[in-house]
Every structure is written in C-alpha cells, then in structure tokens.
C-alpha cells in the first residue's frame, strides 16, 4: 500500500479528532512513536472496529497485522461478539487451533435472533 493510501486509511480512523492524517500514517508505519493518546496498538484496535480485516492486511502488510493482534487488543475491542470475531481470526493467522462454537441456550437464542427476527412473530 502506498503512503497515499495509508493516509487515506488514517483519515478514517482519524474522524472525530484533529490529529493530521499523515502523522497517523507515521504512527502506523513506525516512524513515530505516538499522536496525541494513540499509539501504535489503539490505533491497531480502531482499525480492527473500522475495517475488514482484509483492508488492515492490505495497509500493515499481513506479519505486522498477526502481530498486533494480541490478547490484549482483542480484550480491549467492543461489543463482545467483535471480540469473540478477532479471537477466532487469531487463532486462524497464528495456526493455533480454533475453539469450537459454543452451543449453550444464550447463544442458541443469540443466534435464532440473527436468523429469524421478530418481525416474522409480530404479525400474530
């Protein structure tokens, strides 16, 4: 990815502060070492809230990006179901087995809700 394009991807991340573009860019390739509170790894973590993950290899190249996804990026990402997503995508990038899917009553219930949504049981 050039240098343009990664500051393009800056400027999504960066789109509720004033932080320049191109110093996020820096802080992303390792030339700096922050910008105002981000650091290397926040600023890994709003990626990984904003962008598919094919987006993030595409900018970090995919070494850096398995790299920085660790436990305590992941611990810090928000709603739960994002962070069971990129635990799972860690397993798969480090070649470590991937634990099996929960099958317990709640997620049986969370599951029947992204299939079949109220909408179907309203009209009664």
Wanted: glycine fraction near 4%.
């Amino acid at each position: 990815m050039t240098r343009r394009e990664l500051v393009d991807v800056a400027r999504v991340l960066n789109w509720d502060y004033t932080y320049a573009p191109e110093d996020i860019a820096d802080v992303l390739l390792g030339k700096r070492e922050r910008v105002g509170h981000f650091d290397r790894t926040r600023l890994f973590a709003r990626m990984l809230k904003t962008l598919p993950w094919r987006r993030i290899v595409e900018a970090l190249g995919f070494e850096q990006a398995r790299d920085l996804l660790t436990p305590a990026v992941i611990a810090s990402l928000w709603p739960p179901p994002l962070r069971e997503h990129y635990a799972r995508v860690r397993c798969l990038v480090r070649g470590d087995p991937v634990p099996a899917i929960e099958w317990s009553p709640e997620s049986a219930r969370r599951l029947r809700r992204t299939v079949l949504s109220d909408r179907w049981y309203s009209a009664r």
